[in-house]
Nanobody, 125 residues
């Protein structure tokens, strides 16, 4: 059974940093693409960053230069380093796994097969 668990969320002041982690089990971690999504209150879930099976990386424009996605296949864990956080980054952040061996990073929700429960990130002004 595939399990996906996020951690590392919390409350931080604007300009601060957080590192989210996503631990996956029940699958061959290195064989899949992975992504981070977020959902702010009253808004739709949106793509934040992703690493394809090919190792290609993609970010949504609003986080480029501030967020860094990475993965450690030996630890079955993906990370999202978030720097220079802004109040508009406040959301529940979700980790997702894409079973397709894609060259490019999928950015749509329906491309991802497994999801974590989410971790809350709150950035105060």
């Amino acid at each position: 059974q595939v399990q996906v668990v996020e951690s590392g969320g919390g409350l931080v002041q604007a300009g601060g940093s957080l590192r989210l982690s996503c631990a996956a089990s029940g699958l061959t971690f290195s064989s899949y693409g992975m992504g981070w999504f977020r959902q702010a209150q009253g808004k739709e879930r949106e793509f934040v960053a992703g690493i394809a099976w090919s190792a290609a990386i993609e970010y949504t424009d609003s986080v480029k230069g501030r967020f860094t996605i990475s993965r450690d296949n030996a630890k079955n864990t993906m990370y999202l380093q978030m720097n220079s956080l802004k109040p508009e980054d406040t959301a529940v952040y979700y980790c997702a796994i894409n079973r397709g061996r894609t060259v490019v990073v999928p950015t749509t929700l329906r491309a991802y097969d497994y999801w974590g429960q989410g971790t809350q990130v709150t950035v105060s002004s």
